[in-house]
């Protein structure tokens, strides 16, 4: 069929809603990119296709009233046919959700190729698609703590996931190098932390837009504040956060470790700031972190294991990690009602109970599919249901 670019529309034919208007603005933009591309490749493509009649209309139905954000096993199954009659009508592009509709858009735009010779008309051949994803979460993840991006490169980089039906932005705000998140209690945290106070840092506006951005093309913006490792940014302003480390006469050597989990000051700066971020971020799922805990800072300090010893824990400090992570994770699934991820290294060390339902993001290919069997097994009470997210095998996500 050939697709006369000036004439070629969009007709929505049950449902609609701004994700569906957004969508379809955007893609007969992308349509009309398309025209002018140089794809030498795709061009061998029609050499063996008859292409015959014109599509002028491509029908857009929507069979259910649209939801508003993207979620966690969303249906994303969806149906483009492309007939070979010579109507205008030819055309028609069917799902039960918004989020299908998305990603059957996307395939049309990919199936439509260049006309050699003729920028008023682009080709596509008569076709029956029928597609649906393997995967309910595929993911993208992306460091701006180590590696800031600015807010065009972060919108490049989601029209990117979009093209390649992607549907998570796993978004690792902080880390040891910087602290990016300009927040408006703590606004201390960047003012110190960030690469730069003014033009290294993401406003709570700018993340508001990234999230809407996402929201519009079906992906998931999963927020990681990782903790109680890889903090040393917060610690530039409040360096009483961290714990102390102590040589072997124990005296304080000046340098700073993970997060002090004896300190109820620690649980009151973390959870102020969650609570802030869960205001921009609207995801079900938030991101606890929780990996490469260095123990030797906590072995040395002896606040620390005065603590363990009067809590008959003494020697015990990878318990350590398991008393923060449960009193944050208990605070993030009850009093901000999301579910949490956390990294493979917490279940490995035994650290936490994990009783509410949690996602282990496991990030180590050896030997992830007995991890997997084992968080399966770990499972603490009849009602919980852990998720097992393989980054071994990137977007493997089962239940």
């Given amino acids: 069929m050939l697709i006369p670019a000036s004439s070629f529309r969009f007709k929505v034919l049950v449902n609609t809603c701004d994700i569906l208007e957004a969508a379809l603005k ?58 070979s009659e ?62 800031f991006l600015p807010l065009f490169t972060l919108f490049t980089l989601i029209d990117g996931m979009e093209a390649s039906k992607l549907n998570v932005l796993h978004w ?33 506006n700018d993340v508001i ?6 929201r519009l093309r079906g992906i998931r913006v999963i927020p990681e504040f990782d903790t109680p490792g890889h903090c040393r940014s917060w610690g530039q302003f409040f360096p009483h956060l961290l714990t102390k480390c102590y040589d072997e006469n124990g005296v304080a050597d000046g340098t700073l470790g993970p997060m002090d989990p004896t300190s109820q000051f620690s649980y009151d700066i973390v959870k102020g700031l969650l609570a802030e971020v869960s205001q921009v971020f609207i995801d079900s799922h938030m991101h606890l972190g929780g990996d490469d805990i260095q123990l030797g800072c906590w072995e040395s300090n002896p606040a620390i294991n005065q603590y363990l010893e009067e809590n008959g824990l ?8 398991g008393v923060y992570m449960d009193q944050v994770a208990y605070f993030v699934t009850v009093s901000l009602e999301r579910q949490i991820i956390v990294w493979q290294d917490l279940f490995d060390n035994g650290a936490a109970s994990l009783e509410l339902e949690t996602v282990v993001q496991v990030t180590k290919a050896e030997g992830f599919q007995e991890v997997l069997q084992n968080v399966d097994h770990r499972k603490r009470s009849p009602c919980s249901s852990l998720l097992l997210l393989a980054f071994g095998q990137p977007g493997v996500q089962v239940g």
């Fill in 314 to 321: 003494a020697g015990d400090h990878r318990i350590l990690e």
């Fill in 209 to 214: 837009s990234v999230v809407e951005y996402c």
């Fill in 86 to 147: 010579d109507v205008p009508e030819a055309g028609k592009l069917v799902a039960n959700s918004v989020w299908g509709i998305l990603r059957g858009l996307e395939t049309f735009v990919q199936l439509a190729v260049p006309s050699e010779g003729d920028e008023a008309h682009l080709l596509i051949s008569s076709c029956l698609v029928s597609d649906f994803p393997r995967y309910s979460h595929r993911g993208l993840m992306i460091d701006t703590s180590r590696h």
């Fill in 26 to 83: 955007r893609y007969h933009t992308y349509l009309l990119l398309e025209r002018t591309a140089d794809y030498l490749g795709r061009l061998d493509y029609k050499s063996s296709v008859n292409f015959r009649g014109n599509l002028t209309i491509l029908g857009v139905a929507l069979m259910a009233p649209c939801e508003d954000s993207p979620y966690f096993g969303m249906d994303e199954h969806y149906e483009l046919r492309i007939d």
């Fill in 172 to 204: 690792h705000m902080t880390d040891d190098a910087a602290f990016p998140f300009r927040s408006a209690r703590f606004p201390e945290f960047s003012e110190k932390g960030a690469f730069h106070p003014y033009t290294h840092v993401y406003t709570l």
